[in-house]
């Protein structure tokens, strides 16, 4: 019996078209849309090409701009045979043959260029497989991935490749895109000028999906130019991309901190609706919007961490999504609160000094003396009851013996800390006159 695909009879008609991504794929590096910074005259790429000094790299950047692209073009360039594998689909077989492949092709006198899509999905043993015939010439190793390296690849291979990271495409770019799209298609999208500049935001700089987008709007039949409304009934945004265990969820918590800790309130509220629009955890949120009330606002306003547990609280109570709108509450309510982090430094202040002194003992008059032979080694000898002392402050020493008094809390002149500020002024006056 024969293969089962010897049976089938090739089709009688033509052979259906190719995808308009496929159809304008590029023949040369100069024909690429964005990264610049790579590949234009000056560009990283450019450089080395000119130089003839291709090494490993790895490609790091968002869906879309361009990577698989750019490594197949690499290999022209350099007359290096391609092939291509991804890390989801290729196990440790897989990857024997293609090394062995790759040695005989040597042997042969032509170097090859092995694209490794998803590299970040290989583990690490996989990973440390690549290392011997990367050092020995026999693979010119190119990687793609979407999520930071420095995270996802072995210290080993990233000290033998170079990182390279690719844009996602500006609306300048996805415009040229479209251009070159109708010239493919030989006519004019049905839209209006706002549309076309909504549709090209709907890619959210992905050229694979703008292509995408651009190919089913080319299929209406339309009697007018559709306008945005039109447009967005027919079409769905294209999902804003947010791994919420990867970079973007890094990068998005960190802009959100930073927004609320630069008293932009309407910043802060964008990033917490990208998260939340993103598929964020908002229990995540309540948790991280608690901790800036603590490093950023501490006592400059006390009442910020209640209001951020009473935020918490009424999530916990209402679920999504009528209790966001109390997190939304709380982030506006930080990044207008009064800012300081003086508590935060002189608690690492006060644990790098506590890691110093190691186990020395408070010194004994501030410790109890519930029995005899306690009195008799000292214990709670000399201690002054502040409550009995002038002001109802002692200004005795609590800090261990042979350590000098440091200043460890320093409010700053803003909200309720330059009340704080006030009082600490005052107790360091009447230690000075007590001391004298």
């Known amino acids: 019996m024969g293969d089962l695909f010897d049976q089938i009879d090739p089709p009688d008609g033509p052979a259906p078209p190719r995808p308009l991504a496929d159809r304008l794929r590029p023949q040369t590096l ?23 000094s291709l090494g490993s790299l790895i490609l790091w950047g968002p869906p879309g701009v361009g990577k698989t692209t750019i490594a197949r073009l690499l290999a022209d360039e350099t007359d290096l045979h391609f092939i291509q594998i991804s890390a989801i689909f290729t196990g440790v077989p897989d990857l024997k043959k293609v090394f062995e492949a790759a040695r005989l092709r040597r042997r042969q006198g032509r170097g090859t260029l092995l694209f490794v899509d998803e590299i970040h ?8 497989g690549f290392l011997p015939h990367m050092e020995d010439g026999t693979i010119l190793l190119v990687g793609a991935t979407t999520e930071n390296p420095s995270f996802e690849l072995n210290a080993a291979v990233l000290s033998r490749a170079q990182v390279m990271v690719l844009e996602r495409l500006s609306l300048a770019d996805l415009e040229l895109l479209t251009q070159r799209a109708e010239q493919e298609l030989g006519r004019k999208l049905p839209l209006t000028g706002h549309a076309r500049d909504a549709l090209q935001e709907m890619a959210d700089g992905d050229g694979r999906a703008a292509l995408n987008l651009i190919e089913q709007v080319a299929a209406w039949a339309t009697d007018a130019p559709l306008d945005t409304d039109a447009l967005t009934t027919r079409l769905m945004r294209r999902a804003a991309q947010y791994d919420k265990s990867g970079d973007a ?9 930073k927004s609320v800790r630069g008293s932009d309130p309407d910043a802060a509220l964008y990033w917490l609706s990208r998260m939340l629009d993103g598929g964020e955890d908002p229990r995540y949120l309540a948790r991280r919007i608690t901790r800036m009330a603590i ?45 300081s982090n003086a508590t935060y430094v002189g608690y690492k202040q006060s644990m790098k000094l506590a890691k110093q002194t190691g186990s020395k003992p408070p010194p004994k008059h501030i410790l109890n003396a519930p029995t005899a032979l306690m009195k008799d080694q000292g214990y709670a000898t000399g201690y002054d009851y502040d409550h009995d002392a002038e002001d109802g402050f002692s200004g005795q020493n609590y800090f261990p013996d042979g350590v000098k008094r ?14 704080l500020k006030k009082r600490l002024d005052y107790f360091a006056k009447l230690r000075a006159k007590r001391e004298t």
Not at 249 to 257: G, K, M, R, T
Request: net charge negative.
């Open 249 to 257: 969820h890094y990068n998005l918590i960190s802009a959100l901190h």
């Open 30 to 52: 100069s024909e690429v849309i964005g990264q610049s910074h790579l590949l234009g005259p000056e560009g990283s790429l450019s450089v080395m090409l000119a130089s003839g």
């Open 406 to 419: 440091p200043v460890l809390y320093q409010p700053v002149e803003r909200g309720f800390e330059r009340e």
């Open 295 to 339: 490093e950023d606002i501490g006592l400059a306003d006390p009442q910020a961490q209640r209001v951020c547990l009473d935020a918490w609280e009424t999530y916990e109570r209402l679920g999504s999504p009528e209790g966001e709108l109390a997190l939304a509450q709380a982030v506006a309510y930080l990044a207008l609160a009064p800012k």
């Open 121 to 128: 999905r290989f583990n690490k043993a996989q990973q440390d």
